[in-house]
């Protein structure tokens, strides 16, 4: 007889299909780019996603937005790297559009389809081995000493093998099942699921906040925060105005029931928006192959980035990466956001209300213009072998909800890919990397480092 709650699986022999010096896991830009720039230094680089391309949120969640590279008084440059590589490669496209270096919302908007194909131009210019449709299944662990994943895709079951690895899932699904310690903020932020419609245009100057605020309670739909952007190159327009509450990403009924309640919200959406304006021709064309996330766990390391160094512009020795946008937190809690700026002042925005100011901390003669994220924050320590790279670093819930943004992430896995190699290169355990050597080769690749 079975036993109704479980099934023995017998055990078996795993092919290694595949042998590296480094493996990521996880295609997202953050990823990508930990790979492109370890294999730019020498390594041979593996690279797995669960989707069909490479860019993760930019591309799969269609958010098609990259914030400044530039410090809030728009003085000096902050962040460089494959961040603005790509973008260089997309205005060659006409595939992007860039917006003044102090807006605070957005920096570049971007054509994600053209971004699907440069990123694929880059891993193969790279020399990466590329393992699309491939899910992670589990750590093999050897001596104490993480060997190997093991995968899953079309082709079966099978085994990689490497001497360092990126976890770049986004919900740390390689750390966690390794036993590496994790948390999770007690409030987290919640989901966004993206559309993009054609005709918009066709909806004149309707206010579509105050449309989905007076229609919204007959349609289940509660009005948050929405914007909007056009993505260049075309006559489409990416509206981002879903918000999917308590979701864990990390348990499959709860992305499940988020994925089906972002789409069923876009939908209410459209019906609100032809309601409101009639003799528009909206029509949607896309909606977005995975939810857009924001946070589900963090990866304890060994610094925890925290909001008061974030604000106060805090610098570290170790610091790899850089950023200048603002503390943006979604409520769980109740409708609408919180901003908070490095200047000291908060703004809270709410569907239908006028904005509430105050400030967080009394005026100074002085603000810092950019804040810092430390190599520290990307380091587990309990394995000699692993480093971390994306939204599950390690930092607190207001860190978090400025450091979060892609242009900010995608520095942590060009250090990651830096990190592994400097590791590799010198038979070292990633805990025990010299920063400066990692700043160095950061700095020597392209990055802006301060």
């Known amino acids: 007889m079975t036993n109704a709650q479980s099934l023995h699986e017998p055990a078996r022999d795993v092919p290694v299909i595949h042998t590296c010096d480094v493996c990521v896991v996880g295609g997202s830009c953050t990823g990508l780019f930990a790979a492109v720039r370890a294999a730019r230094l020498g390594a041979r680089v593996a690279i797995i996603e669960q989707q069909n391309c490479f860019g993760g949120v930019a591309t799969s969640s269609m958010v098609n937005v990259w914030h400044s590279l530039w410090d809030t008084a728009?003085?000096?440059?902050?962040?460089?790297?494959?961040?603005?590589?790509?973008?260089?490669?997309?205005?060659?496209?006409g595939a992007v559009n860039a917006f003044a270096k102090t807006n605070p919302s957005i920096g570049f908007t971007f054509n994600s389809e053209e971004l699907k194909l440069v990123l694929d131009e880059l891993a193969r210019?790279?020399?990466?081995?590329?393992?699309?449709?491939?899910?992670?299944?589990?750590?093999?662990?050897?001596?104490?000493?993480?060997?190997?994943?093991?995968?899953?895709?079309?082709?079966?079951?099978?085994?990689?093998?490497?001497?360092?690895?990126?976890?770049?899932?986004?919900?740390?699904?390689?750390?966690?099942?390794?036993?590496?310690?994790?948390?999770?903020?007690?409030?987290?932020?919640p989901a966004t699921t993206c559309a993009r419609f054609s005709g918009w245009e066709t909806l004149g100057d309707l206010d579509y906040g105050q449309a989905l605020r007076q229609y919204g309670p007959e349609s289940a739909f509660a009005a948050g925060f929405a914007w909007d952007c056009a993505v260049p190159g075309s006559n489409i327009h990416m509206l981002a105005a879903t918000r999917v509450h308590q979701l864990d990403s990390t348990d499959a009924d709860s992305l499940t029931a988020a994925e089906i309640e972002g789409r069923r919200q876009v939908r209410a959406i459209m019906d609100i928006l032809k309601k409101a304006a009639p003799a528009?021709?909206?029509?949607?064309?896309?909606?977005?192959?995975?939810?857009?996330?924001?946070?589900?766990?963090?990866?304890?390391?060994?610094?925890?980035?925290?909001?008061?160094?974030?604000?106060?512009?805090?610098?570290?020795?170790?610091?790899?990466?850089?950023?200048?946008?603002?503390?943006?937190?979604?409520?769980?809690?109740?409708?609408?956001?919180?901003?908070?700026?490095?200047?000291?002042?908060?703004?809270?925005?709410?569907?239908?209300f006028p904005g509430k100011n105050s400030r967080w901390r009394p005026v100074t003669a002085t603000n810092p213009t950019f804040y810092q994220i430390p190599f520290?924050?990307?380091?587990?320590?309990?394995?000699?072998?692993l480093v971390v790279a994306g939204r599950m670093i390690d930092a607190d819930s207001v860190a978090h909800a400025a450091i979060r943004v892609m242009v900010n992430m995608n520095q942590t896995g060009e250090a990651a890919g830096v990190g592994a190699w400097l590791a590799l290169a010198a038979n070292t355990p990633i805990p025990q990397l010299d920063a400066v050597r990692v700043r160095q080769t950061l700095a020597q690749g392209g990055s802006i480092i301060l």
Not at 135 to 144: D, E, I, R, S, Y
Not at 308 to 334: E, M, P, T
Not at 376 to 385: E, F
């Open 74 to 93: 728009g003085q000096q440059q902050i962040i460089a790297g494959l961040t603005s590589e790509v973008i260089e490669r997309l205005h060659k496209r």
């Open 125 to 189: 210019e790279a020399r990466l081995k590329i393992f699309f449709h491939t899910m992670f299944v589990a750590p093999h662990v050897t001596a104490g000493r993480l060997a190997a994943i093991i995968i899953e895709n079309k082709s079966g079951r099978g085994a990689i093998q490497a001497t360092m690895f990126v976890d770049a899932t986004g919900d740390g699904d390689l750390a966690a099942r390794l036993g590496v310690p994790t948390y999770r903020s007690q409030s987290g932020q």
């Open 280 to 352: 528009s021709r909206l029509s949607l064309q896309a909606l977005p192959a995975r939810i857009g996330l924001r946070e589900s766990r963090h990866i304890r390391s060994q610094h925890q980035l925290t909001g008061a160094a974030v604000l106060q512009g805090q610098r570290f020795a170790d610091a790899i990466a850089n950023g200048s946008y603002r503390v943006d937190i979604h409520h769980q809690d109740k409708p609408g956001l919180t901003f908070r700026y490095l200047d000291g002042r908060e703004e809270y925005h709410r569907p239908g």
């Open 376 to 385: 520290r924050s990307l380091v587990p320590g309990t394995h000699p072998n």
